[in-house]
């Protein structure tokens, strides 16, 4: 995998510097990411309740317990440190590890809800996030093996969540 990882980001980060538009676009695109998903989970605050407990309980798990977790027993340099020639296109702390990508972490964590309960809207979300995502491997600052494990803790974080939520529903329900 290191392998294959190693080359993705070596052939996109290569293509950064090709076009300013694109890195215009793709940079201003990385900047708005966390807040355009903030954005969504403020929506259901108003709209539904549940999506909204069920993606900030599942977002926190994700990003702020889960990803710092794994980081401190996995130290993955990020490629702009461990490879020569990724530019580092994003500002990005060399210090903190690269995997899982917590950008992705979150992201995916809020759009993973919201599928749970809408369908249409939670699959724009997920493409959404997975392109955000991408762009970070673009920037240098993340492998994609990075944004397969935000995917995947993300994941684990809604199953969570969504048990927590649901037993706590329930026996207030029953209660």
Known sequence: MNNLDYQ?????????????????????????????????????????????????????????????????????????????NVKKLVEQNPLEPSFPSGHAALMFAIAFTVSLFNKKIGGILIVVALILSLIRVYAGVHYPSDILGGIIVAGTSVYLAQKFIRRRTDRETNG
């Open 8 to 84: 993705v980001v070596i052939w996109l980060n290569d293509l950064a510097g090709k076009s300013d538009f694109l890195n215009a676009l793709l940079f201003g695109l990385n900047k708005i990411s966390l807040v355009l998903f903030g954005l969504v989970l403020v929506f259901y605050f108003f709209k539904n309740r549940k999506i909204f407990w069920t993606g900030l309980f599942s977002t926190i798990l994700a990003r702020g317990v889960l990803t710092e977790l794994i980081r401190f027993l996995i130290p993955r340099p990020r490629p702009f440190i461990a490879l020569e």
